[in-house]
């Protein structure tokens, strides 16, 4: 078989949904978004502007961490990081946040077929190991204060509770809008609308652990590394 | 293949954002095995950043770029096996916006970090009892 009778076998997927192209040799003609394959669909569309919003998020995210790497040692005599940190807490709250998107991950196969049971016991056991990373955070938050090191003390610490707290928050938010998606999926089923929203919470939600990798390793293992 | 069809209650055909799996249809027992894989690699490599710094294997100046290797090949896991941002041809938009999120990233930074370094070699040292 030649080259080019290779490339003119039809794919399977090898049509056109909006009956806009008639790609010929135009390479993919079976996706949409790109000109000749027709205008994206809503889903792709939500996708990437939610994607753009977690990016933007992952922007803010990455001026804390700045700031932070800045005032390292800026503990203006008080206590430093690693002495007060506990890194078995830390190690904790890792592993309850990449159990938590693990589990999130098999929701969204769950709801890939529409089976609400299994969606509904995936998202339950998501926003419990979201809950235990939040009350461990906490736990870690009140210790820190009570060790002297509240956010008044010196910059380095005002950057730390910045930037864990800012993550905090987003995890608490996380967590609300999950209790709605679980909601919205017994209430409403597998709508259309409503497996949209599942997709951007499931991006959200492993967003929300990989800003947790960069900031675990910058602001707890770094500043333990020096 | 089957000539089956992906096909969602849009009437939407092979389309692939970020976030979902591939076009064609994948068994249950296909996509959790994505996610136990990224799961196991995630936690390997978390465990790895925080074995580094116990163990007196790697030379101490370079524990710091030890760590940040590590944690740039998680995040490129969770990337790839959680939040499914492949190649894929209508994953393009979603892969440039990503290039473009760490131009800024690495922008803001290293730039930071390197200025204000400077700065910090440049500038008195102060105490607070002075």
Redesign the interface.
């Known amino acids: 078989m030649s080259a080019t009778e290779v490339l003119r076998t039809p794919h ?2 090898d ?1 056109d ?1 909006y009956k806009v192209g008639h790609g010929e040799g135009g ?2 003609d ?5 000109g000749e394959g027709g205008p ?5 569309i ?3 502007g ?3 919003f977690l ?1 933007s998020d ?2 803010l995210f ?2 804390l ?3 932070h ?2 005032l390292q040692t800026a503990t ?2 008080g206590p430093t990081g690693p002495q007060l940190f506990d ?1 078995m807490s830390v ?1 904790l709250e ?2 309850c946040l ?1 159990i938590s ?2 589990l999130c ?2 929701s ?2 769950a709801a ?2 529409r089976n609400q049971l299994w969606t509904q016991v995936f998202l339950f056991f998501t926003g419990i190991f979201g809950l235990a990373f939040l009350l461990l955070e906490v736990r870690d938050f009140t210790s820190l204060v009570a060790r002297g090191a509240s956010p008044q003390v010196s910059a380095f610490w005002s950057s730390f509770f910045a930037v864990v707290g800012c993550h905090g928050c987003h995890v608490t938010v996380g967590l609300l809008w999950l209790g709605t998606m679980m909601a919205q999926v017994y209430f409403k089923g597998f709508r ?1 609308n409503v ?1 949209r929203r599942l ?2 919470f ?2 959200f939600w ?2 929300l ?2 800003i947790w ?2 900031l ?3 602001v707890y ?2 500043g ?3 | ?6 096909m ?14 591939n ?2 249809p994948e068994s ?1 027992r296909e ?2 095995q994505g ?1 136990l894989i ?2 196991v690699l ?2 390997l490599l ?1 465990v790895a ?2 074995y ?2 116990r163990t007196g294997l790697i030379w101490a100046p370079g ?2 770029v030890m ?2 290797v ?2 740039v090949a ?2 490129g896991v ?2 790839v096996f ?2 499914h941002l492949t190649t894929a ?2 994953n ?3 892969v440039l ?2 290039v ?2 760490i131009i ?2 690495v922008l ?2 290293g ?3 390197w200025i ?2 400077h700065l910090n070699e440049r500038v008195m040292p102060m ?2 009892s002075m």
């Open positions: 399977p997927l049509f949904p390479g993919h079976y996706v949409t978004g790109h994206a669909s809503k889903r792709v939500v996708g990437y939610f994607w753009l990016l992952i922007i990455s001026c961490f700045a700031s790497a800045v203006a005599g890194p190690a890792t592993a990449l998107s693990f991950g098999l969204a196969v890939g077929v259309p497996m997709v951007c499931n991006l492993h967003m652990d990989l990798v960069a675990f390793t910058i293992l770094i333990e590394g020096r | 293949m089957t000539d089956e069809r992906h969602d209650e849009e009437g939407n055909v092979g389309d692939v954002g970020p976030g979902f799996m076009a064609t249950i996509s959790v996610y990224g799961f995630a936690a978390t950043s925080f580094v710094l524990i710091v760590l940040a590590l944690a998680q995040i969770h990337l959680f939040m041809p209508d393009t938009n979603n916006a990503l473009f999120g800024v990233v803001i930074i730039g930071s970090i204000m370094g105490y607070p």
